[in-house]
């Protein structure tokens, strides 16, 4: 499976800003959706941001007007600019890609589902 590498998290005060970034490794041929969701510890993983491969995107109610998502597509990159952030956006972010087609093992592969390793962001008030 292609590889999702995520980086950018981090602590931070409350009403700063954090940058999240997430490649797919290898050769992509496309990539439907790519998205970022967020876990809290004993909370369910909840969406946070997506993004089409034709620029349509989806926020969770809690970060609109905050949180920003948006997608290089020729790198096969999406990244989430955090703005205001605060306490309650404390989580685990994981990256997430939807209906992605890559060479494997110099064959064609899909994968309908695919998870970054996850990246903290911490919020101190």
């Known amino acids: 499976q292609v590889p999702l590498v995520e980086s950018g998290g981090g602590l931070v005060q409350a009403g700063g800003s954090l940058r999240l970034s997430c490649a797919a490794s290898?050769?992509?041929?496309?990539?439907?959706?790519m998205g970022w969701y967020r876990q809290a510890p004993g909370k369910q993983r909840e969406l946070v941001a997506l993004?089409?491969?034709?620029?349509?995107?989806n926020y969770a109610d809690s970060v609109k007007g905050r949180f920003t998502i948006s997608r290089d597509n020729a790198n096969n990159t999406v990244y989430l600019q955090m703005n205001s952030l605060k306490p309650e956006d404390t989580a685990v972010y994981y990256c997430?890609?939807?209906?992605?087609?890559?060479?494997?093992?110099?064959?064609?592969?899909?994968?309908?589902?695919?998870w970054g390793q996850g990246t903290q962001v911490t919020v101190s008030s």
């Open positions: 290898g050769t992509i041929f496309s990539i439907n959706a």
């Open positions: 997430n890609a939807e209906g992605m087609a890559y060479r494997y093992n110099g064959r064609y592969s899909y994968s309908s589902n695919s």
């Open positions: 993004i089409t491969s034709g620029g349509r995107t």
